[in-house]
């Protein structure tokens, strides 16, 4: 599989979709819906290294291929939250050599209304959980540390994410360790996106693979008699089971089965003990959603899934889609295209795909 960023000419929204509809032309012909994002502070995630160089700290990115670095100032697409905190953070730093020795990275996550920071350490954290509490005090920060098998959390490392979809609003909790649509505002669109399209079908039953935390899941919930959603982190299941409470759903069934086992537990190839509660002939699925991964999905998954009647997709990569698209396209067409620019200024998109069975 190429690279689709290798494609494109340049960061430009009208190159991505001119690349889109070259890719696409012999497959969907029609109109595609596109949602664009605000330039500025859309991006809830980061992630940096620090360079050090003499007594001196600074934020920095390290170009895989060439190892050349780049040191960093702002980001001024990240949430506000985090472009404020970032010089706040590294001043505090650099005047405090136990803080500062052996720091080799940062992680910031954002929700709308909250924000945690981890930093790494090539040490052990514990003999600097005095500064380390200080820090989180003074900057009043949900602070992590991390080290080799170890994790201190100072005030609290679960961020709380409200979620406006239509006139309704749905609360999720997750943390660092969990898979979180990086674009908040695009992450709403994409939810709206896949509503609007039910909003117009029957449906019965939903199956959902890479279900992560129940970003979608628990919007769509409502739409469907039943649902049964799967993800393979133990971590996201255990939150997803947690957004179900929190925003008092109950029927979905939040599975933790890779897509690998999901497949042969339908093929009866394999029982297991965590769907012994279920009776998989119990369902009955009009719809399947699916948000894998960059490597798209496998044979195994394309040949569960290609049985049903409704398919939607949501994809980072349009290669892996494309790949996946040759074999699809043998029992289904696609009757709704759509463009997320979740990561404005990048080459890189986010496609939904609605196909029917022929
Ligand atoms: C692109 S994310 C989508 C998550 C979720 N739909 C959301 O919107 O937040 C892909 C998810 O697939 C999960 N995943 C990766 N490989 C998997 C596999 N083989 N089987 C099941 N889930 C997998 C990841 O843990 C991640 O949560």
């Not at 690349?19 to 859309?42: A, R, T, V, W």
């Not at 929700?111 to 005090?137: G, P």
């Not at 998954?301 to 396209?329: G, R, W």
Request: hydrophobic share 40%; aromatic share 12%; proline share 1%.
């Amino acid at each position: 599989m190429k690279d689709f960023s290798k494609l494109c000419i340049n960061n430009t929204l009208e190159e991505k979709i001119r690349q889109i509809k070259e890719l696409f032309k012999e497959n969907y012909k029609e109109e595609f819906e596109i949602f664009i994002s605000s330039f500025k502070h859309y991006r809830t995630r980061a992630e940096l290294s620090f360079y050090h160089k003499d007594d001196d700290i600074f934020y920095a990115m390290f170009d895989e291929k060439t190892k050349k670095k780049y040191i960093i100032d702002t980001l001024d697409f990240c949430d506000e939250k985090i472009c404020n905190l970032m010089p706040l953070l590294l001043d505090y730093i650099k005047k405090n050599f136990a803080l500062k020795e052996k720091l080799f990275g940062v992680e910031f996550l954002a929700s709308k209304k909250e924000l945690s920071v981890t930093l790494l350490y090539h040490k052990d954290i514990n003999l600097i959980e005095k500064e380390l509490s200080d820090l989180s005090k003074n900057l009043q920060l949900n602070l992590i540390a991390r080290s080799k098998k170890k994790k201190l959390i100072f005030q609290k490392e679960i961020l709380t994410q409200n979620l406006n979809i239509f006139d309704k609003e749905f609360i999720y909790e997750f943390n660092n360790d969990c898979f979180i649509q990086p674009n908040t505002l695009i992450n709403e669109k994409m939810i709206e996106w896949v509503l609007t399209i039910l909003k117009q079908e029957t449906t019965k039953d939903l199956l959902e693979l890479y279900c992560g935390y129940g970003n979608f899941t628990i919007a769509l919930a409502s739409c469907f008699k039943k649902v049964l959603a799967t993800e393979l982190s133990k971590k996201n299941i255990q939150f997803a089971l947690k957004n179900c409470e929190l925003n008092q759903i109950s029927n979905i069934d939040f599975i933790r089965l890779s897509s690998e086992e999901l497949s042969q537990a339908f093929k009866k190839e394999r029982e297991f003990n965590r769907l012994k509660h279920i009776n998989l002939d119990d369902f009955n699925f009009s719809h399947v959603l699916v948000d894998p991964p960059r490597s798209g999905l496998n044979k195994e998954v394309i040949n569960l899934i290609k049985n049903y009647n409704n398919i939607i997709y949501i994809s980072c990569n349009p290669l892996s889609l494309k790949e996946n698209l040759d074999f699809l396209l043998k029992t289904h067409q696609i009757k709704k295209f759509a463009l997320f620019d979740q990561f404005v200024h990048t080459k890189h998109l986010e496609c939904g795909i609605l196909l029917k069975k022929i």
